[in-house]
């Protein structure tokens, strides 16, 4: 038996588990690429180590959230969180690179697991409690709680590495043994928080279940074909997954090219980062009144453009006060984009398919992320960072044309979402 929620519990604990789930990552952030590094991988060894988490997440994607749609999100989650345990515990006491592979490589499955389910929950559960409910709200309100989450794990893992080493734990290893500490609450908060209805157990062992699977990715990928807006937004991320690499990978470059020297580039983005996450909550928690007044597809439209302008002036500005200031608007605007975004996807599904959609969209951010490193990267090499950083700025700008779909939609007699039999 399961007890049904109102839409405004189940917005409360969508909010916990949002925080319990990000705040871990930010006390990792001061330490993640560091920890390697002083037990003995060079530069080269780590980048070839974290590059495998994306290839598992994208070739994993798919499948994991279709997974979600069939077998009950709170069962993925569950499993995602051990997963991210034993991942988390193997990089603490990781000293070789073929250890920290295996590490990533789990890191990959876990968030793999992890994306979709448990948006899909929310939506689907609030939706269940009121048809009436939105759910903007609860995902403005997750973006900022995301933000906010990142933002202060990243100061505390600081902190933690500040104060030296604990007992046989190096200093840089305290954050991750403190995260590891905190994922184990985010297991025990999914068991008690997350209320589902109980799924029918497929006959069999794993035959129906993967019949089923394959069914979901079939079903997902055939939403894509009927509906024009749905495959617009879904392309919407290969362009944000190209442009995300002038302000997640190139804007280090570029400010150390700004201020003249690689370490203090990198004192200088530590406390910035967490004051940019900070800009993303707020950007997260002020797009429902500009969606009030321009709609959801208008903001989200508007959003790609500013990102863009955003990018241009990290690229433009030869002082530090002015690359600094646009870098925290990137982050400001790319935290209202998401809520705007997601909430689009979510109007064109309708049924047990909302987290293998899901999915599908987050999926297509993977290969253009990693185009965009090899390119941008390659251009920035052979011209200037500015050069790359202007072409990323242009495919970020570009993507507002693609919510023109939804933005017709919006304006006339929606359609009833894509719906498909359970």
């Not at 990781?94 to 697991?113: H, K, N």
């Not at 068991?191 to 069999?204: C, D, F, I, Q, S």
């Not at 002020?286 to 500013?306: D, E, I, K, Q, W």
Request: hydrophobic share 55%.
């Amino acid at each position: 038996m399961t007890t049904a929620l109102s839409a405004a519990a189940v917005h409360r604990r969508f909010l916990v588990l949002t925080a319990v789930r990000w705040f871990p990552v930010g006390l990792l952030l001061p330490v993640f690429v560091l920890l390697p590094l002083e037990r003995g991988l060079t530069l080269a060894q780590f980048g070839l180590v974290a590059s495998a988490q994306g290839f598992v997440v994208f070739a994993l994607e798919l499948p994991t959230g279709s997974l979600a749609d069939t077998v009950g999100r709170r069962r993925v989650l569950l499993v995602a969180s051990v997963v991210s345990i034993v991942s988390t515990a193997l990089y603490l006491v990781a000293t070789s690179p073929a250890l920290f592979m295996v590490a990533m490589v789990l890191q990959g499955i876990y968030r793999a697991l992890d994306s979709g389910p448990l948006e899909a929950w929310y939506v689907d559960a609030t939706l269940a409690a009121d048809r009436d409910a939105g759910f903007e709200r609860g995902l403005s309100g997750a973006g900022a709680v995301l933000g906010a989450a990142i933002s202060l794990g990243a100061v505390a893992g600081g902190g933690l590495a500040a104060l030296g080493p604990l007992g046989p734990l190096e200093s840089l290893a305290v954050p991750v043994a403190a995260s590891l500490g905190l994922q184990l609450v985010r297991l025990a908060a999914v068991a008690v928080l997350m209320v589902e209805p109980t799924r029918p157990r497929p006959a069999g062992a794993t035959g129906p279940v993967a019949a089923a699977v394959r069914s979901a990715i079939g079903e997902g990928i055939g939403l894509l074909r009927r509906s024009g807006v749905l495959l617009a937004l879904v392309c919407v991320e290969l362009t944000w997954g190209f442009g995300m690499v002038a302000f997640e990978s190139l804007f280090p470059v570029r400010l150390g090219e700004i201020v003249g020297d690689a370490d203090r580039a990198a004192a200088i983005l530590g406390p910035t980062a967490a004051v940019a996450w900070l800009a993303f909550s707020a950007g997260s928690a002020v797009v429902p009144a500009m969606s009030r007044r321009l709609g959801v597809a208008g903001t989200a439209a508007l959003m790609r453009v500013l990102q863009g302008a955003t990018v241009v002036a990290m690229a433009w500005s030869n002082g530090l006060a002015g690359a600094v200031t646009a870098y925290l608007a990137c982050y400001a605007v790319h935290g209202a984009s998401n809520p705007s975004h997601m909430t689009l996807i979510h109007r064109q599904v309708e049924g047990p398919l909302r987290a293998t959609v899901l999915s599908l969209n987050s999926m297509a951010s993977q290969p253009a992320g990693a185009v965009g490193l090899i390119v941008l990267t390659a251009l920035a090499d052979a011209t200037s960072v500015t050069t790359a950083m202007y072409l990323a700025a242009a495919v970020l700008a570009l993507g507002s044309l693609l919510y023109l779909p939804a933005r017709r939609q919006e304006r006339g007699s929606p359609p009833a979402a894509a719906t498909v039999a359970p």
